[in-house]
């Protein structure tokens, strides 16, 4: 509890920070604004009124809650004069607040009150990370280190250390080549279905499936290497791995054949359940899923070793550890094995709902922050005794960030925290266990696990890299809104707006794109190289979903040939997103228009072209041609599958965007009746300029004849559109 002597610091910062937040909402930042007032709340003032009710809660009594209809503002105002200004007014601001704090951390040092002294020196740290004096008075007061320039106690710098560490080991391993062959090896639970299959074998792993070799190779790659990052990201720790498991894993594209599988082979009391709820098990020591995408495949394959290997049976940290190695992979999380909780009937539930169901690294990242801040949602206590069947939305994120944590700190905490679900039924069982087994309150551990996502501080930039939202608004960002929007406008959709938070990622990949110039061409700006300046893990990850443009600075002229790029028409086209992240500089820009997704329950499909009536005629003539060099490297891949390696040009393709997964797609065009040779292709490649998720694409091999009438006929499950349309 804070001391009588606390109570000016605490008032100060109370009122420096409702200041400066109200300030920020004001000047168009209001999630700048929101993360400040949660602050207040956080570690100052918890019923403070203005605080609470900006964020939207009221006063039931004398408890606050949330109030479920309140609409919190999402998007920001890309005005850099204003974001330079918050910044300064923040520097001011920490320098007063960290000074106040290290003062006060002195004063009751000498008092001998050490718990409150530690309290107030890490506040100052958090304000004033790099100050000479807060430095020196925190080397005093307590066992500081320094790593790689940063300072910080044991705890601090071990996150620092294993976090380098797995880096280094995701990046080295991602890029690493594994020896896979095809091979004869059969499994007599799927020869018993009479499913068609092949096999691939690699050192510890046999993959079985309908997918093609190339796919079931590739998912033997992933798990060698998940395997291998596990080998040193637990190495040193006793326990790990609990037990051998058999390594055989088996992907069905349809589901279908893995239900053949199941009803043969699953125990009897399971059969119908899994059929029903599931698609994905394991049976005799055998992983078996449905995937009907390459990426689900390729998540699988990492999650399963790395599941298998920690050996964390309570449903809540089995998920949450998978999420943690996948999303240090991939960037992203695609496979969710416990329940989701219906979205609530509201727009700001919606919005929560949708952010949760994004599979992104950086919106989690953000979630993790909300919920530290709250204090009020999932504890750590109760993830041991969570089941897959009652799992709460925030759940999900504070048990992925909380095993995120445990690994970068100390993975035996993670074994401990397993450990006392077999004697604990209530929370305060767990607490007592914990502390028990790990020799610590898990409250510390929390209390750390908090301080860890909720501080700007100077070890979680060294652990994430992450720029502010306030540094990722740049002077040329409302040119390029300006143009995205208007072309949005003209295919009937709805304007986007702009916020910070997205475009963090954006300006790093522009950071990337400034420091390697070497770096340009479809090929090369959809992705980041290991070992070149400011690589990273999660911009390559980036890279690839993001729009990328390095030829013009005129922002009109470069959107205007967006619209012949598959990826980037579908984010032209989407009308699921609201909001955009974008950072320009110099004539380079990077935009993120995945995350932004809006608050409508159902997704809306889309086509190019498109008919106003099914059957009718599409409003504009499309080109006839798109160079192949602007396509880039996909497309490159596809004609010289074709025999055609030297094609400088395709007819422009046309697209079906189901914004998620759709099967049975085709497409037939015709030219007077006789059909236009081409290619139907599933976007889901590894560069936004021809791939997004739920993309289909027609490739006509020849530019397409001018001024006469073509038709295009497309199918799917559920539904189908019937198109004549001109090119010019």
Same mark, same amino acid.
């Given at each position: 509890?804070?001391?009588?002597?606390?109570?000016?610091?605490?008032?100060?910062?109370?009122?420096?920070?409702?200041?400066? !937040?109200?300030?920020g909402?004001?000047?168009g930042?209001p999630?700048?604004?929101?993360?400040?007032?949660?602050?207040?709340?956080?570690?100052?003032?918890?019923?403070?009124?203005?605080?609470?009710?900006?964020?939207?809660?009221?006063?039931?009594?004398?408890?606050w809650?949330?109030?479920?209809?309140?609409?919190y503002?999402?998007?920001?105002?890309?005005?850099?004069? @204003?974001?330079?200004?918050?910044?300064?007014?923040?520097a001011?601001?920490?320098?007063?607040?960290?000074?106040?704090?290290?003062q006060?951390?002195?004063?009751?040092?000498?008092?001998?009150?050490?718990?409150?002294?530690?309290?107030?020196?890490?506040?100052?740290?958090?304000?004033?990370?790099?100050?000479?004096?807060?430095?020196?008075?925190?080397?005093?007061?307590?066992?500081m280190?320094?790593?790689?320039?940063?300072?910080?106690?044991?705890?601090?710098?071990?996150?620092?250390?294993?976090?380098?560490?797995?880096d280094?080991?995701?990046?080295?391993?991602?890029?690493?080549?594994?020896?896979?062959?095809?091979?004869?090896?059969?499994?007599?639970m799927i020869?018993?279905?009479?499913?068609? =299959?092949? !096999?691939?074998?690699?050192?510890?792993?046999v993959?079985?499936?309908?997918?093609?070799?190339?796919?079931?190779?590739?998912?033997?790659?992933?798990?060698?290497?998940?395997?291998?990052?596990?080998?040193?990201?637990?190495?040193? =720790?006793?326990?790990?791995?609990?037990?051998?498991?058999?390594?055989?894993?088996?992907?069905? #594209?349809?589901?279908?054949?893995?239900?053949?599988?199941?009803?043969?082979?699953?125990?009897?009391?399971?059969?119908?359940?899994?059929?029903?709820?599931?698609? !994905?098990?394991e049976?005799?020591?055998?992983h078996?899923a449905?995937? %009907?995408?390459?990426?689900v495949?390729?998540?699988?394959?990492?999650?399963?070793?790395?599941?298998d290997?920690?050996?964390?049976?309570?449903d809540?940290?089995?998920e949450?550890?998978?999420?943690?190695?996948?999303?240090?992979?991939?960037?992203?999380?695609?496979?969710?094995?416990?329940?989701?909780?219906?979205?609530?009937?509201?727009?700001?539930?919606n919005?929560?709902?949708?952010?949760?169901?994004?599979?992104?690294?950086?919106?989690?990242?953000?979630?993790?922050?909300?919920?530290?801040?709250?204090?009020?949602?999932?504890?750590?206590?109760?993830?041991?005794?969570?089941?897959?069947?009652?799992?709460?939305s925030?759940?999900?994120?504070?048990?992925?960030?909380?095993c995120?944590?445990?690994?970068?700190?100390?993975?035996?905490?993670?074994?401990?925290?397993q450990?006392?679900?077999?004697?604990?039924?209530? %929370?305060?069982?767990?607490?007592?266990?914990?502390?028990?087994?790990?020799?610590?309150?898990?409250?510390?551990?929390?209390?750390?696990?908090?301080?860890?996502?909720?501080e700007?501080?100077?070890?979680?930039?060294a652990?994430? @890299?992450?720029?502010?939202p306030?540094?990722?608004?740049?002077?040329?960002?409302p040119a390029?809104l300006?143009?995205?929007?208007?072309?949005?406008?003209?295919?009937?959709?709805?304007?986007?707006?702009?916020?910070?938070q997205?475009?963090?990622?954006?300006?790093?990949?522009?950071? =990337?794109?400034k420091?390697?110039?070497?770096?340009?061409?479809?090929?090369?700006?959809?992705?980041?190289?290991?070992?070149?300046?400011?690589?990273?893990?999660?911009?390559?990850?980036? !890279?690839?979903?993001?729009?990328?443009?390095?030829?013009?600075?005129d922002?009109?002229?470069?959107?205007?040939?967006?619209?012949?790029?598959p990826?980037?028409?579908?984010?032209?086209?989407?009308?699921?997103?609201?909001?955009?992240g974008?950072?320009? %500089?110099?004539?380079?820009?990077?935009?993120?228009?995945?995350?932004?997704?809006?608050?409508?329950?159902q997704?809306?499909?889309?086509?190019?072209?498109?008919?106003?009536?099914?059957?009718?005629?599409a409003r504009?003539?499309?080109?006839?041609?798109v160079?192949?060099?602007?396509?880039?490297?996909e497309?490159?891949?596809?004609?010289?599958?074709?025999?055609?390696?030297?094609?400088?040009?395709v007819?422009?393709?046309?697209?079906?965007?189901?914004y998620?997964?759709?099967?049975?797609?085709?497409? #037939?065009?015709?030219?007077?009746?006789?059909?236009?040779e081409?290619?139907?292709?599933?976007g889901?490649?590894?560069?936004?300029?021809?791939?997004?998720?739920?993309?289909?694409?027609?490739?006509?091999?020849?530019?397409?004849?001018?001024?006469?009438?073509?038709?295009?006929?497309?199918t799917?499950?559920?539904g189908s559109?019937?198109?004549?349309?001109?090119?010019?």
């Amino acid at each position: 509890m804070p001391e009588p002597e606390e109570a000016e610091v605490l008032a100060l910062g109370q009122k420096e920070l409702d200041a400066y !937040a109200a300030l920020g909402f004001k000047n168009g930042f209001p999630r700048q604004a929101r993360q400040v007032w949660l602050e207040v709340i956080g570690e100052y003032a918890p019923d403070d009124e203005a605080a609470r009710k900006a964020i939207g809660f009221y006063k039931n009594g004398s408890v606050w809650q949330r109030d479920p209809k309140f609409d919190y503002p999402e998007q920001d105002t890309p005005d850099a004069g @204003s974001a330079r200004m918050l910044e300064q007014r923040w520097a001011t601001l920490a320098q007063k607040l960290g000074e106040a704090h290290r003062q006060l951390a002195a004063k009751l040092a000498a008092a001998g009150k050490p718990a409150r002294a530690a309290y107030h020196l890490q506040r100052a740290q958090r304000f004033l990370p790099d100050d000479a004096k807060v430095v020196a008075q925190a080397k005093a007061q307590a066992k500081m280190v320094q790593f790689e320039g940063v300072t910080g106690d044991e705890i601090d710098i071990t996150v620092l250390r294993r976090s380098r560490l797995m880096d280094r080991a995701i990046t080295q391993l991602s890029q690493q080549p594994v020896a896979v062959a095809r091979c004869d090896e059969k499994l007599a639970m799927i020869d018993k279905a009479h499913v068609a =299959y092949g !096999a691939v074998k690699s050192e510890h792993f046999v993959v079985y499936g309908d997918w093609e070799p190339e796919v079931l190779q590739q998912a033997a790659t992933w798990a060698e290497r998940s395997l291998a990052f596990c080998e040193q990201a637990f190495a040193g =720790y006793e326990g790990f791995p609990p037990r051998v498991r058999s390594r055989q894993l088996a992907f069905f #594209k349809q589901k279908a054949q893995w239900t053949a599988v199941v009803r043969l082979s699953a125990p009897a009391g399971d059969v119908e359940f899994l059929v029903e709820n599931a698609s !994905a098990t394991e049976i005799d020591s055998v992983h078996l899923a449905a995937a %009907e995408q390459t990426e689900v495949v390729y998540d699988l394959a990492v999650r399963w070793v790395a599941q298998d290997y920690a050996g964390l049976s309570a449903d809540a940290l089995e998920e949450g550890i998978g999420h943690a190695i996948v999303g240090m992979f991939f960037g992203k999380n695609l496979v969710f094995s416990v329940g989701q909780q219906k979205p609530e009937h509201t727009v700001s539930g919606n919005r929560e709902q949708n952010k949760l169901l994004l599979p992104d690294m950086d919106t989690w990242r953000e979630l993790a922050v909300e919920i530290a801040w709250q204090q009020g949602g999932t504890a750590a206590a109760r993830l041991p005794l969570l089941k897959a069947a009652q799992f709460p939305s925030d759940a999900r994120i504070k048990a992925w960030s909380f095993c995120d944590y445990l690994l970068r700190r100390d993975p035996l905490l993670l074994r401990r925290l397993q450990d006392c679900a077999p004697k604990s039924r209530t %929370e305060n069982d767990v607490l007592g266990e914990f502390q028990k087994l790990a020799g610590m309150p898990l409250q510390h551990v929390e209390d750390r696990w908090r301080r860890f996502w909720t501080e700007d501080s100077a070890i979680k930039r060294a652990v994430l @890299s992450r720029t502010t939202p306030l540094e990722a608004t740049s002077k040329e960002a409302p040119a390029w809104l300006e143009q995205f929007n208007r072309l949005r406008q003209q295919y009937d959709r709805a304007a986007v707006g702009w916020s910070s938070q997205l475009s963090i990622a954006c300006k790093e990949h522009v950071d =990337y794109l400034k420091a390697n110039k070497d770096q340009r061409g479809p090929d090369k700006e959809h992705t980041q190289v290991p070992g070149k300046p400011a690589f990273s893990n999660s911009g390559r990850a980036f !890279a690839a979903t993001a729009l990328v443009w390095t030829k013009d600075k005129d922002a009109k002229k470069a959107v205007e040939q967006w619209l012949q790029l598959p990826g980037y028409r579908d984010a032209i086209l989407n009308p699921n997103i609201d909001t955009v992240g974008i950072y320009a %500089e110099g004539g380079l820009v990077v935009i993120d228009a995945s995350r932004g997704r809006n608050d409508k329950p159902q997704l809306t499909n889309a086509l190019y072209p498109i008919a106003n009536l099914q059957g009718g005629r599409a409003r504009d003539p499309i080109p006839a041609a798109v160079d192949v060099d602007l396509l880039g490297p996909e497309v490159v891949r596809l004609l010289a599958a074709h025999k055609r390696p030297k094609q400088k040009q395709v007819g422009c393709p046309l697209t079906l965007h189901m914004y998620g997964a759709t099967k049975n797609v085709t497409c #037939k065009v015709t030219r007077r009746g006789a059909p236009v040779e081409g290619w139907l292709v599933a976007g889901d490649g590894s560069s936004r300029r021809t791939s997004a998720p739920g993309l289909w694409v027609f490739y006509p091999a020849e530019p397409l004849e001018r001024g006469v009438d073509l038709r295009a006929e497309w199918t799917w499950d559920g539904g189908s559109h019937d198109v004549t349309f001109l090119a010019k």
